[in-house]
């Protein structure tokens, strides 16, 4: 029986209808669940990755959990955590080809990693990090 993964990554963007789009198209998700407000920004919505979830809204929505979060623009580009999304050893390659050809910035190239798989990490459409790879945590200790 599998299980859903019980920690899912929120993020927060300026337009949120474009990012999801562009992670579909660039990353390879699936849009789930999105919920608009009256204003028509996105309060709630969820992505799909091979089993693995984001959820994410648009940094302007007004709620209140919205005050606690900062866009990587507002704070110099940083970021203070990055999704790690684990491919196999047969997609990393390919998928690092398709995120850099839809516009994906590229932080650190794909290499091969000592402790096994090979992985790269990119900026996506608003400066968010994120990281894929194929060394899997869950197989390898």
Request: with cysteine; glycine share 8%; charged share 25%.
């Amino acid at each position: 029986m599998e299980t859903k993964p019980k920690i899912i990554p929120t993020m927060a963007y300026k337009d949120a209808k474009k990012a999801i789009q562009w992670l579909c198209d660039a990353f390879g998700f699936e849009q789930k669940v999105v919920h608009d407000n009256e204003a028509g920004t996105v309060v709630h919505a969820q992505l799909t990755h091979k089993g693995s979830m984001i959820m994410l809204n648009s940094s302007n929505n007004g709620s209140e959990f919205s005050k606690f979060i900062k866009h990587p623009g507002e704070i110099d580009g940083f970021e203070t955590q990055s999704p790690y999304i684990i491919l196999g050893d047969d997609e990393i390659e390919a998928h690092y080809q398709k995120a850099k050809a839809r516009g994906a910035k590229i932080a650190l190239e794909l290499k091969a990693e000592d402790y096994g798989g090979k992985n790269y990490t990119c900026y996506d459409l608003e400066g968010h990090l994120w990281s894929f790879g194929s060394y899997d945590p869950w197989e390898n200790d």
